[in-house]
């Protein structure tokens, strides 16, 4: 059974940067795809970016377009969220999440994924 555990969440000032980790456990093939999904209270989770194992094809929400930039290490099975320029509407719960044989666009925009974390607090506040 693939588990996914993320870290790295934390309270920042605007402005500010941090570097969400996702480390999966289990058997994870490279026809899975990864993203981040951030979720306000009260609201459903949205894509924010996502990743392919296999060629590192990626994709980002226009909201984090040029501040946010999604990497991947195989090896040791970790995908990778840098933030930058945080604002306060980053605040939330980001979720990590895996989905087999999709496309990163439909994982990102769609959100039916096969696997998800238990999440990260990241608040950006003043």
């Known amino acids: 059974q693939l588990q996914l555990v993320e870290s790295g969440g934390d309270s920042v000032q605007p402005g500010g940067s941090l570097t969400l980790s996702c480390a999966a456990s289990?058997?994870?093939?490279?026809?899975?795809?990864i993203g981040w999904f951030h979720q306000d209270p009260g609201k459903e989770a949205e894509g924010v970016s996502c990743?392919?194992?296999?060629?590192?094809?990626?994709y980002y929400a226009d909201s984090v377009k040029g501040r946010f930039s999604i990497s991947r290490d195989n090896a040791k099975n970790t995908v990778y969220l840098q933030m930058n320029s945080l604002k306060p509407e980053d605040t939330g719960v980001y979720y990590c999440a895996a989905k087999r044989d999709t496309t990163v666009q439909a994982m990102c925009v769609i959100g039916e994924n096969d696997h998800w974390g238990q999440g990260t607090q990241v608040t950006v506040s003043s």
């Open positions: 990743i392919s194992r296999s060629d590192g094809s990626t």
């Open positions: 289990g058997f994870i093939a490279d026809y899975y795809a």
